[in-house]
């Protein structure tokens, strides 16, 4: 029901596009976000967006990366710029309660794409 696509290789200093299909429904008091997974750490959330378009961002990625939606297009997207080389990991979509969304509380799991920044 969440489709990533967008990942791929790219030089620090780059940027990369992900995007998010849903078609699962977003409930109240829940959100659509962005986790990612490094080699060998636990799951973390990298941002959220609510259906009325507030947003949150883990700190690390403040400022480098922004998160949008087309409701019309069931479509949420996260713009990555400045990458660095710890950006490197699975990216995941996802939809579970917010703000904040912790990976526990997350509901529907997308299947993943890799991120690598050399």
């Known amino acids: 029901q969440l489709v990533e696509s967008g990942g791929g290789s790219v030089q620090a200093g780059g940027s990369l596009r992900l995007s998010c299909a849903s078609i699962?429904?977003?409930?109240?008091?829940?959100?659509i976000g962005w986790f990612r997974q490094r080699r060998g750490t636990e799951r973390e959330r990298v941002a959220a967006?609510?259906?009325?378009?507030?947003?949150d961002f883990e700190g690390v990625v403040k400022g480098r990366f922004t998160i949008s939606q087309d409701k019309d297009k069931n479509m949420v997207y996260l713009q990555m710029n400045n990458l660095l080389p710890e950006d490197t990991a699975i990216y995941y979509c996802?939809?579970?309660?917010?703000?904040?969304?912790?990976?526990?509380?997350?509901?529907?799991w997308g299947q993943g794409t890799q991120v690598t920044v050399s």
């Open positions: 996802a939809i579970g309660l917010c703000f904040p969304m912790w990976a526990h509380l997350v509901r529907i």
């Open positions: 699962a429904s977003v409930r109240a008091g829940h959100c």
């Open positions: 967006i609510a259906p009325g378009g507030t947003t």
